[in-house]
């Protein structure tokens, strides 16, 4: 295990600021997003981004945030990028934002691919799927990067023909399952615990598509599984930040709600659980920076913490709101519907933790601790 | 691909990590498991260590030279408090002097107070306690009722602190005491080092749920204490204690070493009864409790089993996480608030649900009286009131860092 001071992680200013600046690109593509239709082709021609909010991200130059800059990118650690996934996740927008980011991007610049500059600059689509096929925007994608038991893989052009829609809630959210034919079989490293096969679809052969390297060090999975931590801690940084303004000004048996101690309580609880998991995703995403190989473990550790404090959150402080929390006209229905989404995209918390209570037992994990002196627990301290 | 970009992990000098290496093996020659810190022959043991700790010098590493520290800072701190719980060092008897009461004194007492008190007190030559709560102030602090008369050169003390840690065996309390009229809230309370040696104060250890006595009552009765031994002004005894507690809050970068092995030692159990394993290849000591999953059916879930050990996973690494971030924000400066509150309710719920699976897990046998489990599990319960209960910690959340209307 690492030592204290090789852990220490802690956003310089400089950082803090370049998250913070990227609050208002999210708002304007909110806006935009917010004036039209989500979701279907362009009627410019143009193969189908998924709505007006993705171009102004596009123009913002953010989708080449890992590029380096040289490649024309932004040339972000992936820390950096995680502090700044976690502002989208507060103003969610039609799109897959985290899979372009985190992955698309990655995965078409390890292959030099012609697509690439589209796809930073918004014009074209890309897209990722998680272990179990599940992929965003898949109709108009014209790349897909899929997790795969022999490593990662591209796929695409035309796919779109062959995707099955899947039903959600998500307004944001046009969500697809991978054809059968195209999903590489056999577990995928890091998707399912104790070396149980995930889900057998298609045939057992390699899938048709270019495969990839381990993309900066980790792979898709752990990328994706990253990214959308840390926008799930935006999603419940946001719900509390709203229950909290609707408790200081709801006024009821004449003082304000948050003046109550079951409603302040709540919102305490889910407060600590979004710091410890704005922590972990911090730390893990310090993991990712290094190409630490304990970062696959580390990244599923914040996911997990990521889907805690977003059920906290969506629990309390749709609560806390009471009746207007469940109108169709308040923003909350629309960034809870989004959280569910993401609680399980690249596995649900369910999935994660055991592959963590596998890896424990199978002593992965905590092996500097396990050998140790003396067995037992720590003495009590009073 | 690379990435370019200045990276968010903190450069730490070459020094610290030399410092970590030092420690460790310093540790790994040194450490060696002493008597039960709850007898008197094994505190007499305890404050040995702790001047061994001292000559080596590695006791007081972020306290001045001048006091006998070794004038590092909160890093070299965190970063000994870590290698020492991996080491699994013994209790440390002079926590709270370390900690919270000696770097209180260093900013509230005068120069020839510090003198006096701090490097007997770095050295364990001088045991404190904080003498804080009473009877009837235990989350409302600013109720206490402990009287201190003026007369002449000093104080007359008449009162009571009770769950005074250490208190059987401390030479001077950290007392907060009240010099004004009764009931006047924060407003005349006071701060003084009232010696535990002398005439009019009674000690009785509290005999504790897990049948230990590491908590004491202090009656003091017509204790005299000089001016010379009042800490600050006379009516500065509440901001004195906040300052205190400020202390109290920073990072403790031994805390999630602790609870991760708290969850190894029950993964170790786990690990050797479960299906699937041969119990002959159990390796665990002559004499240990014998892990048997079987005593809750034997077909026990291994998944979910499995499940529950990996919530405790990612939220034991949440945890260090968490204060791998505080260390590094107190390291560049950063004065720790609000927030230790924060830590509190996620560390104390976290414990005690680690040792609580352990009791689901392998029934009532695993926590019977004297075994190391049966201590965890009062020990950790009691987290959630000690140093603050859980729903004081929830309401500083919601007043200093959510900014919810009282």
Known sequence: MRSQASRLFDPSAEQRSL??????????????????????????GDPGPPGPGWRVLGESGLFGALLPQDRGGLGLAPSELAAITEQAGRVPVPGPLVETLWVAVPALAAHDHPLLARVVDGHAVATAADPAGRAPDLDVAHAVVVPGPHGDVLLGPDLGAAADPVSTADRLERSFRLPTTAVPSGPVPGSAPGGAAAPARGPADRPA????????DVGAVTLGRLGGAAYLVGIAARLLEIAVEHARTRVQFGVPIGSFQAVRHRLADTHVEIEIARSAVGGAAVDVDRGDPVAGGTVTCAAVLARRAFDAAQRHCLQA?????????????????????????????????????????????????????????????? | MSTAGSRRPVDV???????????????????????????????????????TLHDAGWSGLSWPREYGGAGGDVLHEAIFAEEYERARGPVRITRPALRFLGPALMHTADAAQRARWLPPMLAAGEIWCQGFSEPGAGSDLAAVGTRAVRIGDGYVVDGQKTWTTYGRHADRMFALVRTGPPGAGRHGLTCLAIDLTGPGVDVRPIRQVHGRTGFAEVFLTGVRVPVTDRIGDEGDGWAIAMRLLSFERGPDAGGPARSRRRLAALAADVAAAGPGRDRASDEREPGAPAADLTAIGPDLDRAAVEGELGALVARVHGYRCHTDRRVAAAWRGEQPGAESSVVKLYSSELDLDVVELGLDLFGDERTAEGTPEFLDLWHSRAGRIYGGAAEIQRTVVADRLLGLPR
């Open chain 1, 19 to 44: 998250a913070e600046a990227a609050r208002p690109v999210f708002d304007a593509a909110g806006r935009a997003g917010s004036a039209a239709a989500p979701g279907g082709p362009d009627p410019a």
């Open chain 1, 209 to 216: 598509g270019h495969p990839l390297p381990l993309l900066l």
């Open chain 1, 321 to 382: 709101l009471g009746g207007i929390g469940f109108t169709w006209e308040h923003e909350l229905h629309v960034l809870v519907k989004r959280g569910h989404t993401f609680a399980h995209r690249f596995g649900s918390r369910r999935e994660l933790e055991r592959l963590l209570g596998a890896g424990l037992l199978d002593g992965e994990l905590f092996q500097d601790t396990a050998a140790s002196l003396r067995p037992g627990p720590p003495p009590p301290h009073i």
């Open chain 2, 13 to 51: 000098p070459d020094s610290y990590h030399r410092f970590a290496g030092d420690a460790a093996a310093w540790l790994a020659a040194h450490v060696e498991e002493l008597p039960d810190v709850d007898t008197d022959e094994g505190f007499a043991a305890h404050r040995a260590w702790e001047r």
